[in-house]
């Protein structure tokens, strides 16, 4: 689904050259959902947006879905991420003057979809977000965390392939915060590949698998772990 090999990302100006990824390798399969964790400044927010395809690379390869995006023009990355990425902000980063409906219908306008699928695919969402009966409710009309939920119903009505979520619970409480990640868990379970950035251990500690990144590179901690204990099994029986 997600396939980074040696990435790099280098920011450059007239005085200064800043590594912000380092050979990052990360592979997300399929249905997988993955939590990304590591300190301010780690190279997450990068990461995520190029594999948004928000932003390019410097070096590397990036492979979404069996595409090759090196080389690709800004139109043909438009449509790829709209097709198969949606994304959920901490933010939330719903337009104050719309509507429930109406934010989630704004990305799918985009793709010229007809308007009865539309809207088909709004309610659906919204419903599946508890949210069925608020889609005329503005965004200053709800808490937080049901402009979070409205937020990945926004991002649900477009079919992702992959979800890409940005410390989807920064700005929730504890109680919203476990109930925002079990609405996760449940659109995962439906086969949706996400991958989530959380400085949270506890909500990063639920996802199937945990990366961490550091200096631009990134450690598989659930990996690490089962290779420690296996070199200790076979020195044990040497």
């Known amino acids: 689904m997600l396939d980074m090999r040696q990435v790099t990302k280098v920011y450059r100006t007239e005085l200064v050259e800043t590594h912000a990824l380092r050979s990052l390798d990360l592979q997300v399969a399929e249905g997988e959902f993955v939590a990304v964790t590591g300190p301010s400044g780690s190279g997450k927010t990068t990461f995520l947006n190029i594999a948004g395809l928000l932003e390019e690379f410097t070096g590397g390869e990036y492979l979404l879905d069996g595409v090759n995006i090196k080389g690709l023009n800004d139109n043909a990355r438009s449509r790829l991420r709209n097709e198969k990425i949606g994304f959920i902000f901490q933010g939330f980063n719903l337009i104050p003057d719309l509507n429930l409906f109406d934010n989630c219908d704004v990305p799918l306008r ?92 506890e909500l990063a500690a639920r996802a199937q698998r945990n990366v961490h990144i550091v200096d631009g590179m990134a450690t598989d901690l659930s990996v690490a772990p089962a290779l420690a204990r296996a070199a200790h099994a076979d020195a044990t029986t040497a």
């Open 110 to 201: 985009y793709r010229r979809m007809p308007a009865n699928e539309r809207k088909l695919r709004i309610e659906d969402a919204l419903g599946m977000v508890g949210l069925g009966s608020r889609m005329k409710h503005y965004p200053a009309e709800l808490s937080g965390g049901q402009q979070q939920r409205a937020a990945i119903a926004r991002a649900l009505a477009g079919s992702p392939r992959l979800l890409l979520a940005d410390e989807p619970t920064g700005n929730l409480d504890s109680q919203m915060a476990r109930s925002v990640m079990e609405l996760l868990e449940d659109i995962n379970e439906q086969g949706t590949t996400i991958v989530m950035v959380t400085h949270d251990p």
